[in-house]
């Protein structure tokens, strides 16, 4: 068995071309919480020692403390030629991008990808990555159509997501924007992707870009046949958030089954289980790459990373590792929902307060000479001509308006697409409803206009993705709806108390 001089690399696009495995930069926000900024000279250098041995392409966000500027720094160092790689290409960059939900003005979008600009020290970034909190607030459309004039004007190469689900990244496609990759947590203990986002993918030209494919360490040999360490002994974020989601598969049990069936593995091949963890994640077609963290200056594992790419997986090793895998339990939901609703499966655990700082995207006004009602009024210039309320609660009772996918001042979103159009409609009434002191778990009725019963199926799976766990009462019936959109929605629900 003989390890290849670099990582294998992969072209994403005519003039985006990476390394198989990216170098994730966030343990530097871990190695900054409790002490000084890393020296941004000596973090370059350590970068640079990436780069020289072909892990030349770096992922990072503008909240993994300063990563941007030490990258800033290696990115220069590579300019003056002051770096070599040993694929011989020049070194990627990649950044994210994480506001918090709110209006999504031109300003506010060129704000923060200038600042992203300026400590790379760049005119172009090579991806540039949206991650966003709150679906029901839409205007990460706003946002996509703002990176996108950023992508016309030469500041932005290609443009990427992180944590989007399938939904959402249906939308997205369907309002025409060009998506080139989605960042996904993917590995042996979240396999999430390789479901329905992957068959997504596939079909558009989108590459996954997977992170956690070790666990944050535990899939490696350190933990086979080990107890559970307790709580206080897991020090570092990513181990925290990793041992949220083996409690979520199943236990330290359901680790330890996958842990044996990877070590047998491994020790067939002569490879490590990181090596094992990482080579099965590299497999599933809509993967582009690992990203594998560094704690730079710290401690690296590159000779044995480059072993992931000498050995292949037999139908032996295959149906052992499916064995293991079957005694765990799939984490709920699609891609990234870890940080949107529960079980929040992040090193700081419960997002529920962090969510709720944000704002909401209508306010509930009262009712003129009705003082036991609410109402929310959207800013639709019909709402004041038609005589209607986007939403109206009395009492513990929540009546929400037929619903359609208008953005905006008027823009129809997912044309022709049923499907996308109801995954807009059930945020817009999510949001509706959380202005009035409700939620989705509070409906009790929805019914479903369709103007093409051909679409009942799609739409039919994104209710069910929404409001499957409470099984609301439900009509869908065809009808000749106003206008261009292909499904409307309305909504009741009752405010447990």
Request: charged letters at 25%; glycine letters at 8%; proline letters at 6%.
């Amino acid at each position: 068995m003989t390890s290849p001089a670099f990582p294998p690399r992969i072209r994403l696009a005519p003039d985006l071309e990476i390394s198989r495995m990216v170098t994730g930069l966030w343990q530097i926000a871990d190695m900054e919480r409790d002490g000084p900024a890393l020296d941004p000279d000596k973090a370059a250098a350590a970068m640079a020692g990436y780069a020289a041995a072909g892990f030349d392409s770096f992922d990072m966000a503008d909240h993994y403390g300063s990563a941007e500027i030490i990258t800033g720094r290696f990115l220069d160092l590579a300019r003056r030629g002051k770096v070599a790689s040993a694929s011989g290409k020049p070194p990627t960059a990649f950044t994210k991008w994480c506001p918090e939900p709110g209006p999504m003005t031109p300003a506010i979008v060129r704000a923060g990808i200038e600042r992203s600009l300026t400590r790379m020290g760049l005119e172009r970034i090579d991806l540039l990555q949206l991650h966003w909190w709150m679906y029901e607030h839409p205007a990460y459309l706003d946002a996509m159509a703002e990176l996108a004039k950023l992508q016309a004007e030469g500041k932005i190469g290609h443009l990427g997501l992180t944590n989007f689900n399938t939904d959402h990244l249906r939308v997205l496609v369907k309002q025409g924007f060009l998506i080139a990759t989605n960042q996904v947590c993917f590995s042996l203990l979240d396999r999430r992707a390789g479901e329905e986002m992957s068959e997504f993918c596939l079909a558009h030209g989108i590459r996954l870009l997977a992170y956690g494919t070790l666990g944050g360490g535990f899939l490696s040999e350190r933990w086979v046949g080990q107890p559970e360490p307790p709580a206080p002994d897991i020090a570092d974020w990513s181990k925290m958030k990793y041992r949220r989601f083996i409690q979520a598969i199943g236990g330290w049990a359901a680790l330890q089954a996958i842990l044996s069936a990877a070590h047998d593995v491994a020790k067939k091949h002569r490879v490590s289980i990181a090596n094992v963890a990482t080579r099965w994640i590299l497999d599933q077609p809509a993967v582009a790459a690992v990203i594998v963290g560094a704690r730079l200056g710290e401690r690296e594992h590159r000779r044995d990373n480059l072993r992931s790419f000498a050995f292949d997986f037999d139908a032996e090793d295959k149906a052992l590792m499916e064995t293991a895998l079957a005694r765990s339990t799939r984490i709920p939901g699609d891609c990234g929902d870890e940080y949107r609703k529960p079980p929040y499966l992040t090193a700081s655990g419960d997002l529920s307060h962090h969510l709720s700082q944000f704002p909401s995207v209508y306010q509930a006004s009262p009712v003129p000479g009705r003082p036991d009602r609410q109402r929310i009024d959207s800013g639709s210039i019909w709402e004041p001509l038609a005589g209607y309320s986007r939403a109206i609660r009395l009492g513990d009772r929540i009546l929400v308006s037929g619903t359609t996918a208008t953005h905006g001042a008027g823009e129809v979103v997912c044309p022709g697409d049923a499907a996308g159009q109801t995954v807009y409609i059930l945020d817009k009434i999510a949001a509706s409803l959380s202005a009035l002191g409700a939620s989705l778990d509070d409906v009790i009725r929805t019914r479903i206009y369709l103007r093409n019963t051909a679409q009942w199926e799609g739409v039919s799976l994104v209710h069910g993705r929404y409001l499957g766990h409470i099984r609301p009462a439900n009509t869908l019936v065809g009808a000749q709806l106003v206008g261009d959109y292909e499904v409307e929605i309305e909504a009741e629900a009752v405010v447990a108390r």
